[in-house]
Structure formats: structure tokens, C-alpha cells
């Protein structure tokens, strides 16, 4: 046949040493902070823009990403449990039963790391962190930043979701036939769409597009990179959902589409507004 499942029953960690263990999920992020300083440096480096600014850029991206991330899964799709379990919002533990928290000793809780992150979430904290970063660093304007930081972004939400597939988390439905990938390590037997790779194949392609379009100079409008990356990426996320397990959050108030499918709408829209605005400063 053609097509054919896979079973797919990974560690979800790359080795371990004692109690301490390097996870995939983590490697992935990164992978993909490294891999974002090597290409921001090199685009500075290529316009003649100071690399002493990539390092600060840096750290703002990974604490707005990390906290984004943390407080969008938090608020958009997790706050029925997270309102009870305050402590374990900005903690990378959970509570075991029985558990308790009494004069800073954390007392049955185990140890998570941040398992709970959302992209929506992160793609607001870098927007509020960047704008921070270029109040203190102001050799730019923000939206010159924008169009260059969104190139390493696209190719790091794509290891993100490669270490959600180590994870066998946000998966996809059931295919119905023999097409797909069984999750052995979720005690299953029939295949699944494998959704974290149908997003990851989408943003590495919005990853070669946008860096082809970076390279290859025209006259484009400020911002129009930036605008690209939020309309592909999220048309992306929207489409991926239809075959994509409900992570919850609020759609079981508002029906007819997922949650992630409803915070992308206004992700696309926001990105339409950048790519066909009118302006008189060119790349």
C-alpha cells in the first residue's frame, strides 16, 4: 500500500542521568533559540547593524515567549484547573493528590517542567516583549525588527511542534483507515492524523518562503514579512484543527469552530492589515 500506518512509541527523553533527564520538547526549544541567534546575527551582520543587539534581543524573546506561552495555555484553554492550582502557574511542577504548598515548602508536587504552552499566548508575549526591547535598544523601528525576527520564529514554531510529536501530545483525530500514526505510548492501536507534523511541514515551508522573499529584495512595504508570517502561520494552525484532537478552553461557549481555530481568526486578520497596508518607507 501507499500509505501506511506508523507506531510510534518514542521516549520523550533524549538520555538521563539520575533523576535528571534532557527532554526532547526541551531540546527543541533550544534548538530553536540557537538557531535564532545564528540567523539574526547573520542578518545583522549582512545590513551592517551592530550584533551586540542580537543578544539582549534574545533574551527578551525567550522570557515574552516562555510567559506568553505559559499564561496562554493558563487563560485560553486550562483556567478551570489552573484557578485552583494558582502555584502551578508560573512553576513547572503539579500538584500530586494530597499535595500542599505551606511556608515556601512545596510538599507533594512533582516536577513537570513547562508542559503547558500556547502558541497564541507566546506570539503575544514576544509582541509585548519586543516592543519593551525596542523602547530600551532603539537603533530600529520595531517593525524593521519584526519583519527580521519572523524568519527564525517560523522555523523554531516548527521544532516546537516536532517535540510535541516526541511527546505524542496535540494530536490528531482518528483516520479511519490505515493511514496515520499510532501513539503506542498513549496505549493505542489505531492511527491518528499526525497533527504537530502537518503544522511543523507548514511552518517550514512559511520558514523557506519567507527567507527567500527576505533575500530577494523588492519593493515591498515595511512590515509586510511580519504580516506574511501571522497570515501563513495561522492559516496553518486553523486548517490543522479540523483534524486536530480539542485541547478545550472555550469553545464549548462559543461552537461551530475550535479554540485555537477562533484565535487565529483575528492572528490572520492582523497580518492582512500589515501585508497590504499602505506605507512610504520600503524594505
Not at 215 to 222: H, I, S
Not at 261 to 283: C, D, E, V
Request: aromatic share 20%; hydrophobic share 50%.
Amino acid at each position: 500500500m501507499l500509505f501506511s500506518k506508523i507506531q510510534w512509541a518514542p521516549s520523550d527523553t533524549l538520555f538521563k542521568i539520575g533523576s535528571f533527564g534532557v527532554h526532547y520538547y526541551s531540546l527543541m526549544f533550544v534548538v530553536a533559540f540557537s538557531l535564532g541567534l545564528y540567523l539574526m546575527k547573520k542578518m545583522y551582520e549582512k545590513e551592517k547593524v551592530s550584533v551586540e543587539y542580537v543578544e539582549p534581543l534574545l533574551f527578551y524573546v525567550v522570557i515574552a515567549t516562555v510567559l506568553g506561552a505559559r499564561l496562554g495555555e493558563v487563560f485560553f484553554y486550562s483556567w478551570g484547573y489552573y484557578q485552583n492550582h494558582l502555584i502551578e502557574i508560573l512553576l513547572p511542577i503539579r500538584a500530586l493528590e494530597g499535595s500542599s504548598f505551606l511556608f515556601g515548602l512545596i510538599d507533594g508536587y512533582e516536577f513537570t517542567g513547562f508542559r503547558g504552552l500556547a502558541s497564541h499566548g507566546a506570539t503575544i508575549g514576544i509582541l509585548i516583549g519586543l516592543y519593551l526591547y525596542q523602547k530600551q535598544y532603539n537603533y530600529k523601528p520595531l517593525i524593521w525588527i519584526l519583519d527580521r525576527l519572523v524568519i527564525p520564529v517560523s522555523l523554531g514554531a516548527a521544532l516546537v511542534r516536532v517535540g510535541n510529536f516526541f511527546n505524542s501530545e496535540i494530536v490528531g483525530n482518528y483516520t479511519g483507515n490505515n493511514f496515520g500514526v499510532v501513539f503506542l505510548n498513549r496505549r493505542e492501536i489505531a492511527p491518528r492524523h499526525p497533527a504537530q507534523l502537518y503544522e511543523a511541514i507548514g511552518y517550514i515551508i512559511l520558514f523557506f518562503l519567507l527567507r527567500y522573499l527576505y533575500n530577494n529584495k523588492v519593493n515591498r512595504p515595511n512590515g509586510y514579512l511580519f504580516g506574511m508570517f501571522f497570515v501563513v502561520l495561522f492559516s496553518v494552525r486553523f486548517l490543522v484543527e479540523f483534524v486536530k484532537v480539542s485541547q478545550g478552553g472555550f469553545e464549548t461557549y462559543i461552537p461551530l469552530l475550535s479554540t485555537g481555530q477562533w484565535l487565529s481568526i483575528p492572528m490572520i486578520l492582523f497580518g492582512l492589515f500589515f501585508m497590504f497596508k499602505k506605507s512610504n518607507s520600503n524594505q
